[in-house]
């Protein structure tokens, strides 16, 4: 006898997702938090008028899962679109002065960004030979394709600003699934690019990007009230045991000890979480995710009078590569990408610290911190005059999993252990992706299997295409 089919533990973007999607297929859901409220690191503030994200700050589609549980939970209306403005450029710190950054292939070639020689060995991709191994990097992957000078102004602040990872020591594969995926099926990325533009002609596909109004805590409110799904915070989970064809899990409540019999049992909390509570069971697995190691990251949010500063503002804000030597890795213009994110004649600038480059900033008092953004974005920005009117810091210790070295032998050998545990399933942001995008989609597929394993089915009601493409993604997102 069971109480519920699937115990999801962690309500997280992960976990509030897979429960959607579970409940989209007719079965009982519950989610267990161990904090006072879901969605994780994603939360939306306002301060002094300004609306800030203390993590995600958008959403980027392009696959049909997202448009799908959009529409469907009511959420499309709530949506608000990347402006007009913030579409015009995507800027990169060249020589310590912003320069507008190609975002395709074909830009790259005619882009001043680029030496002469950089550009002729971009004319040689489509005639370089596949090649590379399981676990290949994504600065060997790179140089290999496209040559060093495209890997240190372009990749490497793309993979260290919005990923917050070593493109030295980041799996290749696992890291930029869309640009390795154009090479296997195609020999190249120049020939993939061609044959997917003709495909997304013929499918009309399209990369939407987009936030909430009220932000990106939006989404996470939606979820949580999605009906059906029973939801409880303050649980923390201290033993998860196999029963005959499920599982019995105990958390700390703060009404006492509580247990739960389920059919079916999704982890999405951090990989130490997980280690935790299936060391009991499997040793081995829990060593495996143990060696998942994570980036922190600092996020300064900067109000300020729109008076006071001379650049434009005209794009999505800028990346910065390391050979600038700067801690920070990147700067989003919140106020030019979405409307309401700042009062009238007021922006909010909101500046990203740390990584895997420089992980010691997070231990830096606020005003270090506040010194070093300001330090970088007065000469970039030409900012004048007062210091910020308002100013927000979240400090993140383990913000991102870092895709790093055997990356598709250690998921290999996760899930050979998880064989072993039949009705446990890993759906977290160390596999599959970080993005609220990747959270969603792997979501959903976890959501097919473990219905089916259930004898249900999940629907697609509604037609979608989704395509690969050579389109570096822009914004820093934790």
């Known amino acids: 006898m069971y109480d519920t089919d699937v115990l999801i533990i962690g309500g997280g973007i992960s976990g509030l997702s897979t429960a959607w999607w579970l409940n989209r297929a007719g079965l009982s859901v519950n989610v267990w938090e161990s904090g006072k409220c879901p969605g994780g690191k994603i939360k939306s503030r306002r301060q002094d008028g300004y609306l800030t994200e203390q993590a995600a700050a958008l959403v980027m589609n392009f696959r049909p899962e997202v448009a799908?549980?959009?529409?469907?939970?009511?959420?499309?209306?709530?949506?608000?679109?990347?402006?007009?403005?913030?579409?015009?450029?995507?800027?990169?710190?060249?020589?310590?002065?912003?320069?507008a950054m190609p975002m395709r292939l074909g830009r790259m070639v005619s882009s001043p960004l680029w030496s002469w020689r950089a550009k002729l060995r971009l004319l040689t991709e489509p005639f370089i030979l596949p090649g590379g191994s399981e676990d290949e990097?994504?600065?060997?992957?790179?140089?290999?394709?496209?040559?060093?000078?495209?890997?240190e102004k372009a990749m490497e602040p793309f993979v260290a600003g919005t990923l917050a990872a070593d493109p030295d020591l980041a799996n290749a594969a696992?890291?930029?699934?869309?640009?390795?995926?154009?090479?296997?099926?195609?020999?190249?990325?120049?020939?993939?690019?061609?044959?997917?533009?003709?495909?997304?002609?013929?499918?009309?596909?399209?990369?939407?990007?987009?936030?909430?109004?009220?932000?990106?805590?939006?989404?996470?409110?939606?979820?949580?009230?999605?009906?059906?799904?029973?939801?409880?915070?303050?649980?923390?989970?201290?033993?998860?045991?196999?029963?005959?064809?499920?599982?019995?899990?105990?958390?700390?409540?703060?009404?006492?000890?509580?247990?739960?019999?389920?059919?079916?049992?999704?982890?999405?909390?951090?990989?130490?979480?997980?280690?935790?509570?299936?060391?009991?069971?499997?040793?081995?697995?829990?060593?495996?995710?143990?060696?998942?190691?994570?980036?922190?990251?600092?996020?300064v949010h900067l109000g300020m009078d729109r008076t006071v500063v001379g650049h434009p503002l005209d794009g999505t804000g800028f990346l910065v590569p390391r050979r600038e030597n700067q801690p920070m890795t990147g700067n989003l213009w919140m106020s030019t990408l979405f409307s309401g994110r700042a009062p009238k004649g007021k922006v909010l600038l909101t500046a990203y610290l740390g990584g895997a480059r420089a992980p010691a900033t997070v231990d830096w008092d606020d005003g270090r911190i506040i010194d070093a953004a300001l330090a970088m974005l007065r000469p970039v920005?030409?900012?004048?005059?007062?210091?910020?009117?308002?100013?927000?810091?979240?400090?993140?210790?383990?913000?991102?999993?870092?895709?790093?070295?055997?990356?598709?032998?250690?998921?290999?050998?996760?899930?050979?252990?998880?064989?072993?545990?039949?009705?446990?399933?890993?759906?977290?942001?160390?596999?599959?992706?970080?993005?609220?995008?990747?959270?969603?989609?792997?979501?959903?597929?976890?959501?097919?299997?473990?219905?089916?394993?259930?004898?249900?089915?999940?629907?697609m009601t509604a037609v979608y295409s989704s395509h690969i493409g050579l389109k570096l993604e822009e914004g820093v997102t934790i």
């Open 381 to 459: 920005l030409r900012l004048k005059g007062s210091e910020p009117e308002m100013v927000r810091i979240d400090r993140h210790r383990e913000a991102m999993p870092l895709y790093h070295g055997a990356y598709q032998a250690r998921m290999q050998a996760i899930d050979a252990r998880l064989a072993r545990l039949p009705g446990v399933h890993l759906v977290a942001s160390y596999r599959g992706g970080v993005s609220v995008r990747d959270r969603i989609t792997s979501g959903y597929t976890a959501a097919q299997r473990i219905a089916a394993e259930l004898g249900s089915a999940l629907p």
């Open 137 to 151: 990097t994504v600065s060997d992957f790179i140089c290999r394709r496209l040559g060093r000078e495209v890997l």
């Open 68 to 99: 799908q549980l959009v529409q469907e939970s009511g959420l499309e209306a709530a949506k608000t679109a990347r402006s007009a403005e913030a579409e015009a450029h995507r800027y990169l710190l060249h020589d310590g002065q912003l320069t």
């Open 174 to 299: 696992a890291t930029l699934p869309r640009l390795t995926a154009l090479e296997r099926r195609y020999g190249s990325l120049t020939a993939g690019v061609l044959v997917s533009r003709v495909l997304r002609r013929k499918r009309a596909c399209i990369t939407d990007t987009f936030s909430f109004h009220g932000g990106m805590s939006t989404l996470v409110d939606t979820l949580s009230r999605t009906p059906g799904v029973c939801l409880a915070t303050s649980h923390t989970v201290n033993e998860i045991a196999p029963q005959q064809h499920g599982w019995r899990v105990t958390a700390t409540t703060h009404d006492g000890q509580r247990s739960l019999r389920a059919r079916k049992l999704v982890l999405t909390v951090p990989a130490g979480c997980a280690a935790r509570l299936v060391n009991p069971l499997d040793a081995e697995l829990a060593e495996q995710l143990m060696g998942i190691r994570y980036a922190p990251k600092t996020v």
